[in-house]
């Protein structure tokens, strides 16, 4: 045991005596231009990051302009102005019907879960049921206007209104309704757009698209075609 002792000791020892002598210490000058080298490149980066995130949302705003590009809608059922105006008509979102969203959620709930099979279903479930919460309808506001209201819900399980605006038609027909905000705009998720979102959301048109009877869509770039029923 003493000899392995000494041994070590000995190679400490040798490893001090090699060692070089440190570097001196960067000066108050060169400290201050590491740190706005780094400030600089954080405040790049988050720029970069908002631009993208306004870009995106922006062109969702535009897209919606264009407006769903398929019908369904045959002699059975009723016109867009007929099933969207209806008083107490509700719309809820189906995540399932949303091919583009499901997939996306289901990718996530994969990768989150790591393989486990009863995690990721439990994933899935509670995107699911986020979603089955979550959806719109028309209050008339008088004089051709009319109020949209699109709405999820708060933790407590009471209404939560994501986007609640004054809105006038702009076309009415059979297979779709086109709506342009025309007033006040307030909600949890307007509160949160970016400005200049909130001004491209101004100027477009947003077209929702009648599929059946009780079927109704509305289409998103990033998120595909999205699928509300409605709700009896």
């Given at each position: 045991m003493r000899t392995i002792v000494a041994i070590a000791m000995l190679a400490m020892l040798t490893t001090a005596c090699s060692k070089k002598e440190p570097a001196s210490p960067p000066g108050p000058a060169e400290l201050r231009s590491g740190d706005k080298a780094a400030d600089k490149a954080a405040d790049d980066k988050a720029a970069v990051d908002k631009a993208s995130a306004d870009k995106a949302a922006m062109e969702e705003a535009a897209a919606l302009a264009a407006g769903p590009t398929e019908s369904a809608v045959d002699g059975a059922t009723p016109t867009a102005r007929d099933l969207l105006l209806v008083k107490g008509n509700v719309f809820g979102f189906s995540l399932e019907d949303s091919r583009q969203q499901f997939s996306a959620v289901t990718v996530r709930c994969g990768s989150e879960s790591g393989?486990?099979?009863?995690?990721?279903?439990?994933c899935l479930a509670e995107a699911q049921e986020a979603g089955a919460k979550e959806g719109f309808r028309f209050e008339s506001a008088g004089e051709g206007k009319w109020t949209w209201i699109s709405f999820g819900q708060d933790d407590k399980g009471a209404e939560e209104i994501f986007i609640k605006a004054m809105?006038?038609?702009?076309?009415?027909?059979?297979?779709?309704?086109?709506?342009?905000?025309?007033?006040?705009?307030?909600?949890?998720q307007w509160d949160a757009m970016p400005v200049k979102v909130r001004a491209a959301m101004l100027e477009v048109a947003i077209?929702?698209?009648v599929?059946?009877?009780d079927t109704v869509a509305m289409d998103s770039p990033r998120k595909g075609r999205l699928i509300y029923h409605l709700r009896k």
């Open positions: 393989g486990d099979m009863a995690k990721q279903q439990a809105v006038a038609l702009q076309q009415s027909q059979a297979d779709r309704l086109v709506v342009k905000i025309a007033g006040e705009v307030s909600g949890k077209p929702i698209l599929v059946d009877a």
